[in-house]
């Protein structure tokens, strides 16, 4: 493991192939990690199978004028699992057409995209392992609530993820603001493209821009830190795929598994304390990212039952 601490001022070019950097802000809580790819021969093999799942899927499905211009960039993309948000009333599956529900439910049954979510999923739980264990706990409690929720991979807790298909899915400076601050999403880079020349990942509030080749992971929280692609050169391809969970999810348990509407007119002394809480949570939840001195003792320690 190679650990690299930022506190610079300009912009540093950061090279990123198979080993893995931590970052860690100036108390050394590891805030996110360039988690590269497995140490596996036939990882290279698993990139090109994922390429050619997202590249059929895409010839499937219908994209709206939604999927194809968003505050991410203009590309297609697609999401499913579940999420709260947006107008919801309460926790559901992402609802897409019965074709697109069709195609994104194949491309999550496709050996390379599995375990690219796997390594993704693995790589969080060893990294941020509190707050891995804390969300699978808070979602355990939901699943148990709403049975009718469906994960998409069986080897990754990540509730929802999102598909950028290409072929020049370059997304542009933004921050996810519904998933939830604490959390990291995973991403993943795929497509065909010459990754010294293009395609980095940008983290403006790091003042990193990071060298992202196909079949390589990073995982941030990306609900509270910038971050943007650059440019491809013309004739190649970019995709990505996202791991993410929605901050409402959390909030619902907390919550009693009801809205914050209802929690208020319900229980109104409970929803004042919920609220006069709020800098102790947010204090609670940053308590929970792992030091560079505490991780392996963290990672070490059992997932609750």
Known sequence: MCVRCVCVDVFC???????????ADA?????????????DASWDAVVREANQAMEATAKKCCFQEQ??????????????????????????NFCNTPPNAAALDELCQSRAIKRIAGFGCTAYSLYAPKV????????????????????????????AATF??????????????????????HIAA?????????????LFDFKLVVRFPPGSSILIPSSIVRHANTSIRP?????????????GLVRWVETGFRTLDDFCSQDPKGYKAYHSRLKSRVMERVSLFSTLESLRSDAAAPMPS
């Open 132 to 159: 891995h264990r804390s969300t699978c706990a808070s979602l355990k409690k939901l699943c148990k609530e709403h049975p009718t929720l469906r994960f998409n991979f069986p080897n990754s807790m990540f509730p």
């Open 67 to 92: 999927h194809l211009n968003h505050r991410r960039g203009f590309f297609p993309a697609l999401a499913t699992g579940f999420s709260y948000g947006g107008g919801q009333k309460m926790p559901g």
């Open 27 to 39: 108390q050394e809580r590891v805030v996110a990690v360039l988690a590269g790819r497995p140490v």
């Open 235 to 247: 004739g190649e391809s970019r995709m990505s795929m996202t791991q993410y969970c929605a901050g």
């Open 164 to 185: 950028n298909f290409g072929p020049d899915a370059v997304c542009i400076e933004h921050v996810d603001c519904m998933n939830d601050a604490c959390n990291w999403c």
């Open 190 to 202: 795929l497509g065909d493209f010459d990754a010294d020349h293009g395609g980095h990942f940008v």
């Open 13 to 23: 070019v950061l090279t990123h192939l198979r080993t893995p950097y931590i970052l």
